[in-house]
């Protein structure tokens, strides 16, 4: 079992920049890779970004490429998602999941807000 903690939603301007989080209960090692999803109202879930925990390896959804980083800290089992000039469009639940070969672990999501 794994517990994915979120943290670092907000209210933020256009143009604006927050840092999300997620917190793994163990060794992020032994998860294969980290996603971050996000959610709008009346709309499906979408993958934003990936990065696999060994390698680092990293992939983006064509709407955040160049204004979002996904990024990782194996000492501190944590996992970011660094989003730069955030649009209106950009608001939405954003959920972290982590992957193993057998199973699929979720946060329980943070709220991202861009508005003026």
């Known amino acids: 079992q794994v517990q994915l903690v979120e943290s670092g939603g907000g209210l933020v301007q256009p143009g604006g920049s927050l840092r999300l989080s997620c917190a793994a209960s163990r060794n992020i090692f032994t998860i294969d890779s980290m996603y971050w999803y996000r959610q709008a109202p009346g709309k499906q879930r979408e993958l934003v970004a990936t990065?696999?925990?060994?390698?680092?390896?990293?992939q983006y959804a064509d709407s955040v490429k160049g204004r979002f980083t996904i990024s990782r800290d194996i000492a501190k089992n944590t996992v970011y998602l660094q989003m730069n000039s955030l649009k209106p469009e950009d608001t939405a639940v954003y959920y972290c999941?982590?992957?193993?070969?057998?199973?699929?672990?979720w946060g329980q999501g943070t709220q991202v807000t861009v508005s003026s």
């Open positions: 990065i696999t925990t060994i390698g680092g390896k990293t």
């Open positions: 999941k982590g992957s193993t070969i057998s199973d699929n672990y």
